[in-house]
């Protein structure tokens, strides 16, 4: 018997079983695989950082050094030593979060749950036993989306954790999604040589984002050399000895060695037994719940990318501790408009709060600040000098409602916002406060003094 049983140990739920234990519960943590981590550190965020990282070193030092006054000789891809980097970077992971387990007290067991009755769990892999709580957390995250007529075989043709493997650059790769996953992945490959094409069903890229930093993404995409087909809705995709058809509407079949498909994700609820509790997913396949993370049974709460909102791990890290916090204090909170989402393309992309088509739906009047990273000294110095700053804030108040960046280190750079946003910030708050000279930061504090038309540098 555990006050608390916490079902997966991804990013929302390691964190919720640690952030309970904390506060005294006696906490379980089942996991199916054996690494703990879920999707973010085993095959998700974190490997792809470090690929992302390896590549983008390997491609500027083939391509980039020379500006900066660096001869190098003839560079070589070591595929197998990036592979083995990434590799430790997860394991690196994957045990410290054990580590926290154990430092914590957090009594982990291996293997899949599915409720048997209310408050009641089995656990059947590894470890094989019944379980009760009086509260459970389903945090049992996301799996990739399945395609109709394209049938991943986990080799030619498959997904985000096949990308991050290969073990030979493609010639061909096909990404069927503009999204996210497509993005970074195949910025990953078009880097380390292979030709990249990403079809993509809508007519624009990284749906979501605000449109004037998805119209700018899409030009510096295609100069670094992706080829983008947009409206194209893929219908099929045929696997040959060595190669794939890919069959898209409008569009002549396109011939490749290898096919990521990245056309979203799918709240991971199989086998979970919630039939035996008298709990239904929506028709996403997620389970809703309310502000508190309850869901319609008693004792029964869920987070992260099995109920619906933006899959990101730190919103999952952000519902689990409000989530049992509110188990164990009685309060606990996530501010939905204060998560910023990040694309780790080059250069990345940033944003927080409302977008400038969100504001103008909702009849929100604002204004601009704004600042290019050409004017910034420190991006001249790194030779970063794409993209821009743009600050969204309250016509009447000040207060700063958004914030979108293009730019380098943009991932880092909207933490900022972020937290001006938690504090209810204006936009005069952040042009007032020092900002080291010479940093990126200085950006953000410029389109922020942009706000009131007071920038200095532009
Ligand atoms: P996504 O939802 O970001 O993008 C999928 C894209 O596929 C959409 O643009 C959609 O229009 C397109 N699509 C769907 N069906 C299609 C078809 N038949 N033909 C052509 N295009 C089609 O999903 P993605 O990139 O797979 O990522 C999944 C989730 O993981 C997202 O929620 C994302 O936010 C999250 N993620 C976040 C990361 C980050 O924060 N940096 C990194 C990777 C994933």
Same mark, same amino acid.
């Given at each position: 018997?555990?006050?608390?049983?916490?079902?997966?140990?991804?990013?929302?739920?390691?964190?919720?079983?640690?952030?309970?234990?904390?506060?005294?519960?006696?906490?379980?943590?089942?996991?199916?695989?054996?690494?703990?981590?879920?999707?973010?550190? &085993?095959?998700?965020?974190?490997?792809?950082?470090?690929?992302?990282?390896?590549?983008? &070193?390997?491609?500027?030092?083939?391509?980039?050094?020379?500006?900066?006054?660096?001869?190098?000789?003839?560079?070589?891809?070591?595929?197998?030593?990036?592979?083995?980097?990434?590799?430790?970077?997860?394991?690196?992971?994957?045990?410290?979060?054990?580590?926290?387990?154990?430092?914590?007290?957090?009594?982990?067991?291996?293997?899949?749950?599915?409720?048997?009755?209310?408050?009641?769990?089995?656990?059947?892999?590894?470890?094989?036993?019944?379980?009760?709580?009086?509260?459970?957390?389903?945090?049992?995250?996301?799996?990739?989306?399945?395609?109709?007529?394209?049938?991943?075989?986990?080799?030619?043709?498959?997904?985000?954790?096949?990308?991050?493997?290969?073990?030979?650059?493609?010639?061909?790769?096909?990404?069927?999604?503009?999204?996210?996953?497509?993005?970074?992945?195949?910025?990953?490959?078009?880097?380390?040589?292979?030709?990249? %094409?990403?079809?993509?069903?809508?007519?624009?890229?990284?749906?979501?984002?605000?449109?004037?930093?998805?119209?700018?993404?899409?030009?510096?995409?295609?100069?670094?050399?992706?080829?983008?087909?947009?409206?194209?809705?893929? %219908?099929?995709?045929?696997?040959?000895?060595?190669?794939?058809?890919?069959?898209?509407?409008?569009?002549?079949?396109?011939?490749?060695?290898?096919?990521?498909?990245?056309?979203? &994700?799918?709240?991971?609820?199989?086998?979970?037994?919630?039939?035996?509790?008298?709990?239904?997913?929506?028709?996403?396949?997620?389970?809703?719940?309310?502000?508190?993370?309850?869901?319609?049974? &008693?004792?029964?709460?869920?987070?992260?990318?099995?109920?619906?909102?933006?899959?990101?791990?730190?919103?999952?890290?952000?519902?689990?501790?409000?989530?049992?916090?509110?188990?164990?204090?009685?309060?606990?909170?996530?501010?939905?408009?204060?998560?910023?989402?990040?694309?780790?393309?080059?250069?990345?992309?940033?944003?927080?709060?409302? %977008?400038?088509?969100?504001?103008?739906?909702?009849?929100?009047?604002?204004?601009?600040?704004?600042?290019?990273?050409?004017?910034?000294?420190?991006?001249?110095?790194?030779?970063? %000098?794409?993209?821009?700053?743009?600050?969204?804030?309250?016509?009447?108040?000040?207060?700063?409602?958004?914030?979108?960046?293009?730019?380098?280190?943009?991932?880092?750079?909207?933490?900022?916002?972020?937290?001006?946003?938690?504090?209810?910030?204006?936009?005069?708050?952040?042009?007032?406060?020092?900002?080291?000279?010479?940093?990126?930061?200085?950006?953000?504090?410029?389109?922020?003094?942009?706000?009131?038309?007071?920038?200095?540098?532009?």
């Amino acid at each position: 018997m555990f006050d608390l049983i916490v079902i997966g140990a991804g990013p929302g739920g390691y964190v919720a079983a640690i952030r309970a234990a904390q506060l005294g519960l006696n906490v379980a943590c089942i996991e199916r695989e054996p690494a703990l981590g879920g999707t973010c550190l &085993r095959v998700g965020c974190i490997p792809s950082k470090a690929m992302l990282e390896s590549s983008e &070193r390997f491609h500027a030092t083939a391509h980039d050094l020379k500006r900066f006054g660096v001869k190098v000789g003839n560079v070589e891809l070591d595929l197998a030593a990036m592979h083995k980097h990434k590799d430790a970077c997860v394991n690196a992971g994957t045990r410290g979060v054990e580590g926290l387990f154990k430092k914590n007290k957090v009594t982990r067991y291996e293997g899949t749950a599915a409720f048997t009755g209310p408050g009641a769990i089995r656990v059947q892999g590894k470890d094989n036993v019944e379980l009760s709580a009086k509260h459970i957390l389903i945090a049992t995250g996301s799996k990739p989306a399945q395609l109709r007529g394209v049938e991943m075989d986990g080799e030619l043709i498959g997904d985000s954790t096949t990308a991050l493997g290969y073990s030979e650059v493609p010639g061909h790769l096909v990404v069927i999604g503009a999204g996210v996953i497509g993005l970074e992945l195949g910025s990953v490959w078009l880097r380390l040589g292979a030709k990249v %094409t990403v079809l993509e069903y809508m007519d624009h890229i990284l749906p979501g984002l605000d449109e004037e930093i998805s119209k700018e993404a899409l030009k510096v995409f295609k100069k670094q050399g992706f080829a983008f087909h947009l409206g194209a809705k893929v %219908t099929g995709a045929k696997t040959g000895k060595k190669h794939v058809t890919v069959s898209a509407e409008g569009l002549e079949d396109i011939k490749c060695d290898r096919v990521l498909v990245a056309t979203g &994700r799918w709240a991971n609820t199989d086998g979970l037994g919630l039939e035996h509790i008298g709990l239904k997913t929506n028709q996403r396949g997620q389970i809703e719940v309310n502000g508190h993370f309850e869901t319609a049974v &008693r004792g029964v709460y869920a987070i992260g990318d099995v109920i619906p909102g933006p899959m990101l791990a730190h919103k999952a890290e952000e519902e689990g501790i409000a989530c049992v916090e509110r188990i164990a204090t009685g309060v606990g909170h996530v501010n939905y408009n204060a998560i910023p989402g990040i694309v780790y393309t080059h250069p990345e992309i940033a944003g927080v709060g409302k %977008t400038e088509q969100e504001l103008n739906a909702a009849g929100i009047e604002y204004n601009v600040g704004r600042f290019n990273f050409i004017a910034n000294g420190r991006a001249r110095a790194l030779g970063e %000098t794409a993209g821009w700053v743009k600050i969204l804030a309250d016509k009447r108040t000040d207060r700063v409602l958004g914030a979108h960046i293009i730019g380098a280190r943009a991932g880092d750079l909207i933490a900022e916002v972020a937290v001006a946003i938690e504090f209810g910030a204006s936009a005069e708050d952040i042009a007032r406060s020092c900002h080291a000279h010479p940093t990126l930061a200085e950006c953000v504090k410029e389109a922020a003094l942009g706000v009131a038309g007071r920038t200095i540098h532009m």
